[in-house]
């Protein structure tokens, strides 16, 4: 038949030849397994991995792999769109990789945590001490302890009832609003 003994087992050890007739059961189940790890490919850090790992990303090959690793020497990727910083990546390729959802970077730049603004800090003019009143745009010590004196006989139910505080008028509130610190609770 031309087919010798040691063929057919070379034919057998490879899988590369199946019959008419069906997988056992067990072997269909070793090949879904096998199949369900292949559909979740490893993740890989762009800040850490080496060329091997990086060439599993969408895009990269060898040579920007290598490139990839010569521009971690002296910068970090903060995020993935950092990679159009190498030579031969561009911003369609950084979407692809991104869709890909295999390349991350854990990195948080330093510069933009500086650059945020820190939230300020609310203050009910309610429930507010004299501290904290004086946070408040236009608002002194002096006007804060009037702010004070009036919460003992009423209450404030919009920011516009200042206005009603001797020392406070409509510009101030207007300042005020715009500031977004105070508010009533």
Do not use: C, H, M, Q
């Amino acid at each position: 038949s031309g087919i010798g003994e040691i063929t057919v087992e070379n034919i057998k050890e490879e899988s590369v030849a199946y019959t008419d007739k069906e997988k056992p059961k067990e072997e269909e189940e070793e090949t879904s397994k096998e199949e369900e790890k292949e559909e979740e490919p490893e993740k890989v850090d762009i800040n850490n991995a080496n060329k091997e790992k990086l060439k599993n990303i969408t895009g990269i090959g060898k040579v920007t792999a290598e490139k990839i690793i010569d521009y971690r020497e002296e910068n970090t990727f903060y995020k993935l769109e950092d990679l159009e910083n190498v030579s031969g990546i561009g911003e369609i390729t950084v979407e692809n990789i991104k869709e890909e959802g295999v390349a991350y970077t854990d990195k948080e730049n330093p510069e933009e945590e500086e650059e945020k603004e820190e939230e300020p800090e609310k203050v009910d003019i309610n429930n507010a001490n004299k501290e904290k009143l004086t946070i408040i745009t236009g608002i002194g010590e002096t006007t804060a302890e009037k702010i004070i004196d009036y919460r003992k006989e009423n209450t404030f139910y919009k920011l516009e009832d200042l206005e009603n505080v001797s020392g406070i008028g409509e510009i101030t509130v207007e300042n005020i609003k715009e500031e977004g610190v105070a508010y009533v609770k």
